[in-house]
């Protein structure tokens, strides 16, 4: 096994055992379909992400609060539209 397969293998626990499950499912699942596709700076900036409290991270995902400008890069905007797709694909509200 890659350093790399150690490193991805890594991200998406990190991604599905958040400790919140409304953030474990999306999150989850947009690592588990884009991670392997990721440069190292993209994954660097998903981990930077998964450090943020779950609450946090969450809200700013579903909107419900502003995301601060220093997490609201191409990462952020990814996820966001990732989990728009996932609800809009399922004929339901756009989430949250």
């Known amino acids: 096994m890659t350093q790399e397969d150690i490193r991805l293998k890594r991200l998406k626990y990190r991604a599905w055992h958040r400790g919140f ?5 999306i999150l989850g699942p947009f690592a588990d379909r884009y991670a392997e596709t990721f440069t190292a700076e993209q ?5 930077a992400l998964l450090e943020h409290p779950d ?3 969450y809200e700013w995902i579903v909107e419900r609060t502003p995301t601060p400008p220093e997490v609201d890069g191409e990462m952020m905007r990814l996820i966001k539209q990732f989990r728009f797709d996932a609800f809009e694909s399922r ?3 756009h989430g949250g």
């Open 43 to 47: 994954l660097d900036s998903l981990e």
């Open 91 to 93: 004929g339901g509200p």
């Open 55 to 57: 609450q946090d991270l």
């Open 21 to 25: 499950r409304e953030a474990d499912l």
